[in-house]
């Protein structure tokens, strides 16, 4: 059966991975502006504040990990009230050495492991706005190897850097997100594969996207009434199912055509269009040009 989760993660193309160690002592804190860019932090020893912009306060400990799939502001701080130091976030080429915040020398209260990559899909606002905005994970130490394997290959000049990095970010990404409690988790992709009624219906969507589906079949699938399906699926992950369903087959014909190994007539058969020509209505509908312009232009 085909899996949702990973072909999203496929789907955002996430590359380049900067990390750095950070770490704290004494009275300290910093501000990070709104990066937009994921972002990653593994604590590694000791302890620290979190507020992200739009989400609740938290405290990190030993062992937690933390995703911000678009990176809103935040601030990360020490427990004592602190003005903290502005740093704006440039994707540039990390510094090797450890990044010290509040008392200088001596033994740190807290040490991190920070991070951060893109994602080079055109689709990555649709793909990231299925995904909880702050992931926050306790205690997984598949987590904790794949951070250190991060943090160890983004450090050196290897060959093969690249591919391995791109390969890491995804496990990470998909460990990280199957890790979160799908009841805790905001409307998405993530919460709607939590949903014993609704993940038959996502995973028929992902495996056969060539078919015609109505909301009556999916809601089958469900093993709902249309009413009790749409309502529940648009609740939980966030859009209504036929503009679920649309997004996801607009999002895998932007990635068939950029790719340029099939006509648009192909591409158009492989995410259920009967024909070429209403797919490239719905197509220039939903992107704002028509698909072979779109595939010349890639």
Known sequence: MTDPLSEVIALLQPRTVFSKRISGAGRWGVRYSDFGQPSFCAVLEGHCRLAVDGQRVITLDTGDFVLLPATPGFTMSSFEPVKPEHIVPEVSTAPREEARHGTRGGRPDVRLLGGYFVFDSPDAALLVSLLPALVHVRGVERLSVLVRLVGEEAKEQRSGRELVLTRLVEVLLIEALRSTSGDDAPPGLLRGLADARLAPAIRQMHARLTRAWT?????????????????????????????YLLAWRMAVARDLLRRQELGVAEVAERV?????????????????????????AG
């Not at 009413?227 to 503009?243: C, D, I």
């Open 272 to 296: 259920g269009y009967g024909s070429a020509s209403t797919f490239s209505t719905a197509f220039s509908r939903h992107v704002g040009q028509p698909p072979g312009r779109y595939a010349r």
């Open 215 to 243: 909301v009556a079949q999916l809601a089958k699938t469900a093993a709902l009434s249309r009413s009790a399906f749409f309502e529940r699926f648009s609740r939980t992950v966030g859009l209504p199912p036929m503009e």
